[in-house]
């Protein structure tokens, strides 16, 4: 029982394509010989055919053993190719009427499983391995054959002969099963590259995110500040740009260690993050050190200077556990997009601003409404 339940579940967990593949093949490759054993008991052709599957299916069993009770997977993977294709394909072959049967079809699935199994020179050995045994046995068949009146009875215990009925449904039962088989292991390679085409396609919209936030605090790096500022629209006046300077920032890390310092930067981060409402067309980005610009949109400068001292006023609230009597600020200065020719104006306007409120007494948002 706890073969089969490590089985199933190697099938259903999202572990490689070659162990999923791999016990797939198992369980067709199980079922293969169990039909088989029935077929020919049910057609009595010789108590060899009987126990040629018999031996199929244990031997199967065998490379369970080895994958899933005692965890030698790369070991099973190779006595599952070998006995799949060296002795389940050929003893089946022998017993369950050869050329005649549908056993040339489990012959080129028993070459197509080596392919996902296996890799280099395994697999190639194998394949040359396989190639060579089904000739052999195509070639004994021939043989057998063609000398059939000097054999005598001997060819019939070799290789039995099938009533024309049994042929059909022989031949039928491997369409059937073989058609199964690739239908299962198609499936199982279109699910696989699916799975890596979506995992691919997250890993690059997450590299692209990361390619656009600053490493520290989360938000927009720089570049892609710039980037937003490029393809903001000219005819929109609604946007107000915003540069603020932490106060006393050095004073900060040299008191408290940088390791603090991180922590009062990623704090603002935070903060900003809250405020600011990215599905609107507003940005935060950290534009250097302890420099960080946001962009809002607001119906006139009173409703932006309230923005921003919100966020001011719940940075200078802040409780630190490194100091209860430490208060935290930052200084900035704001200024309407529309009124400056470019974007690169504006944050010169802004940045003169901000030092405007560092002479002012800092911890304050300095506007100017004269148009440049």
């Known amino acids: 029982m706890k073969l089969f339940k490590n089985l199933q579940t190697?099938?259903?967990?999202?572990?490689?394509?070659?162990?999923?593949?791999?016990?797939?093949?198992?369980?067709v490759g199980l079922v293969i010989v169990t039909v088989s054993e029935i077929v020919t008991y049910l057609e009595d052709i010789t108590y060899i055919a009987n126990l040629g599957t018999a031996i199929g299916g244990v031997m199967l069993l065998l490379v369970m053993y080895e994958a899933y009770v005692r965890k030698k997977m790369e070991r099973a993977r190779i006595m599952l190719c070998y006995t799949f294709n060296c002795f389940v394909i050929p003893i089946t072959f022998f017993t369950c009427g050869g050329i005649d049967s549908g056993m040339p079809l489990y012959m080129l699935a028993g070459i197509f499983t080596v392919i996902p199994i296996l890799k280099g020179m395994h697999r190639f050995i194998c394949m040359l391995v396989s190639f060579f045994v089904d000739l052999l046995c195509l070639a004994a068949a021939y043989y057998l054959t063609v000398n059939a009146d000097a054999l005598g009875d001997l060819?019939?215990?070799?290789?039995?002969?099938?009533?024309?009925?049994?042929?059909?449904?022989?031949?039928a039962c491997s369409i059937i099963l073989i058609g199964l088989y690739v239908m299962i292991t198609t499936a199982l390679v279109m699910d696989a590259y699916q799975r890596e085409r979506a995992s691919r396609e997250e890993l690059l919209v997450k590299l692209d995110d990361l390619s656009k936030r600053d490493e520290?605090?989360?938000?927009?790096?720089?570049?892609?500040?710039?980037?937003?500022?490029?393809?903001?629209?000219?005819?929109?006046d609604s946007y107000y740009l915003c540069?603020?300077?932490?106060?006393?920032f050095k004073n900060v890390n040299d008191t408290y260690g940088h390791v603090f310092g991180d922590l009062v930067l990623r704090t603002l981060a935070a903060i900003m993050a809250e405020e600011v409402r990215n599905e609107e067309g507003e940005l935060a980005a950290r534009y250097g050190g302890e420099e960080f610009l946001i962009v809002v949109r607001a119906a006139g400068?009173?409703?932006?200077?309230?923005?921003?001292?919100?966020?001011?006023?719940?940075?200078?609230?802040?409780?630190?556990?490194?100091d209860d009597a430490l208060i935290t600020s930052f200084s900035g200065g704001i200024v309407h997009c529309s009124e400056y020719r470019s974007y690169s104006d504006a944050i010169s306007s802004a940045d003169k601003l901000l030092y405007t409120a560092k002479e002012s007494g800092r911890?304050?948002?300095?506007?100017?409404?004269?148009?440049?």
């Not at 540069?243 to 006393?248: A, L, N, S, V």
Request: glycine share 4%; net charge positive; with cysteine.
């Open 216 to 236: 520290l605090t989360g938000l927009y790096n720089r570049r892609e500040l710039f980037r937003f500022l490029e393809d903001m629209p000219a005819e929109d």
């Open 301 to 322: 400068m009173s409703e932006a200077l309230q923005r921003i001292d919100s966020i001011r006023r719940r940075f200078t609230g802040m409780k630190w556990e490194a």
């Open 363 to 372: 911890n304050r948002i300095e506007h100017c409404a004269q148009a440049k």
């Open 243 to 248: 540069m603020t300077d932490i106060d006393h």
């Open 155 to 171: 060819k019939q215990k070799l290789l039995p002969g099938l009533s024309l009925g049994s042929r059909y449904v022989d031949v």
């Open 10 to 27: 190697s099938i259903k967990e999202n572990k490689t394509l070659e162990d999923r593949f791999f016990a797939v093949v198992v369980l």
